[in-house]
């Protein structure tokens, strides 16, 4: 969630570490931090804000000069937004600042002892026993104090340190949470992701839990758990700079929408071969996948919902029973899982928490791990038996929109690999779902393309308290990550049902003006879903009708949104996309900070 952004080199760091921490704003923070290391000895400034308030004080680097720093936006854990919560944060004598992405979970023990031995805390944070802990251990090592420091802390944490005694040294370690290193000519940097350093370099290398990496201008050294020297293999960053700007959009969250149909044939046209599918992983054996006695599919947010979805598309191309869970659920409980059991991961950024735990709990139960993520070298990635990687390219927004449907796309490839494997999909039907997966982002353009109804729609619906979603089978899914789309940027209350359940106690919520958001996109269950709606409406719902384009819809609803026609499985791609315009359209009118909603970050690295 934090941002944490290191630099030692030749030119002046504040203004790169203003930059690179500009470039994590879409994490989400509360306030900002820089330490930098001058004539031996450090110094730091912090605010509580937005980073405009850093960078004003500092005016834009020039008060606070030198060659080698750390710099962060932090998220509040421990303790509220304040300048004195607010990271670097630097021992008792002054010689150490670190900065820290992560959470301690012994927290409280390590403070109490701390106390105990004479140290002092000026914050509320947990990050300030690294530096005081740091401080205890240094002897002149900073090698032997950190893996000293490394066996006492329990918990995730990515940290960037200055010490006075090491002048033009970055040190980073990392434990669970996400580090990049990036290597240029006479400078070096690191990052929680890689947008932060994208202008200054595309090599880079990702540290792995327990490594400790020294940065100096003209060297890079990783030592391993055991402190041995340990070489890294480096690459480069497939994506250049601009990739991570708005491109003359208003928001990220817009351009990414627009992305869609892009982001779609990158996921699905390199993995078909004719009406073969082909997704590059090798575990899945012909032998291992008779003997799958159960998929889970594991997941948050967004991508849970992609979990939904999938449940529906895995279990009627494969015959496989399918169970989505939700990855801080599933790891709290005792889940029955076996060697015959595959376990698919689901994670944009591959460093959400709840999903790495929940990954390593099935790998220690037996199970076979492939994962869908997008980025390349994450640990969720790297720790998989198998990866089935999105080629969404970076997304900037907190709401996900392209990643969401590059993950379902991944999901079509696998669905159709697995069939044909099984031999549960004939010859003809592979066939035309592979013609129908090739011709989906064509209609994914067709549909970003209309917005006027859409935007009607959305000044209708920017006044409400409440607004409700419908859908039954796949359009469930659908109207799930709509209304999650809703409430995160617009901040209505928002909820998505079952349809069939209205009559079990939902419908008592509708009353006269309620607006009612309903799915018709499956035409086995359209006669369904227009029992639903006409129950509501007969309840003074307005109704928002998202149909297919050869639906019939007379006075049931107030406002009707086509989607064009496709192959039943495929529909759900094609129906979240009037949702996320939806939800943006709301948003704009009220007036909310789309890229940025309040309380949220775009990656969850803590519990």
């Known amino acids: ?197 994208l202008k200054h370099t595309r090599t880079v290398f990702y540290p792995e839990d327990g490594e400790i990496v020294i940065l100096r201008p003209d060297s890079v050294e990783v030592y391993g758990k055991d402190g041995e020297r340990i070489e890294k293999e480096v690459e480069a960053v497939a994506w250049d700079a601009s990739a991570a700007e708005k491109g003359g959009y208003p928001h990220f969250m817009m351009k990414e929408m627009m992305e869609q149909p892009r982001a779609m044939a990158d996921t699905i046209l390199p993995r078909l071969a004719g009406s073969v599918a082909q997704p590059e992983i090798s575990g899945l054996s012909e032998a291992f996948l008779r003997n799958v006695d159960k998929i889970y599919i594991v997941a948050c947010g967004s991508a849970y919902h992609v979990g939904v979805a999938a449940k529906y598309i895995l279990e009627e191309m494969t015959g496989k029973n399918v169970e989505p869970d939700l990855a801080s659920e599933f790891r709290y409980r005792v889940p029955i899982l076996t060697e015959h059991s595959l376990v698919i991961i689901i994670s944009q950024s591959g460093e959400t928490a709840d999903s790495i735990a929940a990954m390593r709990e099935a790998k220690r139960r037996g199970a076979h791990v492939l994962s869908i993520v997008n980025v390349l070298g994450s640990t969720i990635a790297k720790e998989s038996d198998d990866v089935l990687y999105t080629w969404a390219g970076p997304e900037i927004a907190v709401a996900t929109t392209k990643a969401y449907s590059a993950q379902l796309c991944a999901v079509y490839v696998l669905a159709l690999y697995i069939a044909e494997i099984l031999g549960t999909i004939n010859l003809e039907e592979a066939e035309r779902f592979a013609a129908a997966l090739r011709a989906l982002p064509e209609k994914a353009e067709e549909l970003l393309s209309e917005h006027s109804k859409i935007q009607y729609a959305a000044s209708r619906l920017s006044s409400s308290h409440n607004i409700f979603f419908i859908g039954r089978n796949l359009e469930f899914a659908a109207a799930m990550e709509g209304s999650l789309k809703l409430k995160e940027i617009s901040y209505i209350h928002s909820e998505a049902y079952a349809a069939g359940e209205l009559k079990h106690g939902t419908i008592s919520l509708i009353e006269e003006g309620t607006p009612v958001v309903a799915l018709m996109t499956s035409g086995a269950l359209t006669d369904k879903m227009r029992s639903n709606i006409r129950e509501v409406k007969a309840r003074g719902a307005f109704v928002l009708a998202l149909a297919d384009v050869d639906v019939e819809i007379g006075e049931e609803a107030d406002v009707v949104l086509r989607i064009p026609k496709t192959h039943h499985l495929l529909r759900t791609s094609l129906a979240v996309l009037p949702l996320q315009l939806l939800a943006y359209y709301v948003a704009l009118v009220r007036g909310c900070d789309i890229d940025k909603p309040r309380n949220l970050a775009k990656s969850v690295t803590v519990e």
């Not at 750390?70 to 300048?83: E, F, L, Q, Y």
């Not at 140290?119 to 401080?135: G, K, M, N, R």
Request: charged share 25%; hydrophobic share 35%.
């Open 1 to 197: 969630m934090c941002g944490i952004v290191g630099y030692t080199g030749y030119r002046q760091c504040t203004p790169i570490l203003l930059e690179g921490l500009k470039s994590l704003e879409y994490r989400g923070y509360d306030s900002s931090g820089i330490a930098v290391l001058e004539n031996d000895s450090l110094h730091v400034e912090k605010a509580e804000g937005r980073l405009a308030v850093l960078a004003d004080r500092l005016q834009e680097g020039v008060l606070l000069p030198g060659k080698t720093g750390i710099g962060h936006t932090r998220w509040a854990t421990h303790g509220k937004p304040s300048d004195e919560n607010a990271h670097p944060h630097v021992s008792e004598n002054g010689k150490i600042a670190v900065v820290h992405n992560g959470i301690i979970e012994n927290y409280r023990k390590l403070k109490e002892e701390l106390i105990g031995k004479g140290y002092h805390f000026v914050s509320d944070t947990d990050t300030e026993i690294f530096a005081h802990l740091l401080d205890y251990y240094f002897r002149g090592n900073i090698l032997e104090a950190i893996y000293k420091m490394m066996r006492k802390v329990n918990g995730a944490y990515a940290l960037g340190i200055l010490c006075d005694e090491m002048p033009g040294t970055v040190i980073a370690v990392k434990k669970d949470s996400p580090l990049v290193v990036g290597l240029g000519k006479d400078e070096n940097f690191i990052a929680s992701d890689v947008p932060a350093i």
